[in-house]
């Protein structure tokens, strides 16, 4: 049989082992949510720029569209 003392041992141990387990998913948990933040993020970004990118085309299609209207109009 186990005695009092050895037994206690190895319920301290197992608790320690259990609190590091612990800490170590809270952890792994913490940076894996910073990486889905983190990706998100940077996919709201590369909308942002895609949605500017588009917008400056049509823009530039406009003005040139403008332009050719002008000349048009210039030869009549």
């Known amino acids: 049989m186990k005695s009092f003392s050895t037994f206690q041992e190895d319920l301290t141990d197992r608790r320690q082992q259990a609190l590091h387990k612990q800490k170590i998913q809270k ?6 949510g910073a990486q889905s933040r983190a990706a998100f993020q940077k996919q709201i970004v590369d909308k942002e720029e895609e949605v500017k990118k588009r917008e400056r085309k049509i823009k530039e299609k406009e003005e040139i569209k403008n332009e050719v209207r002008k000349e048009m109009e210039a030869e009549e």
């Open 27 to 32: 952890q792994k948990s913490a940076e894996k």
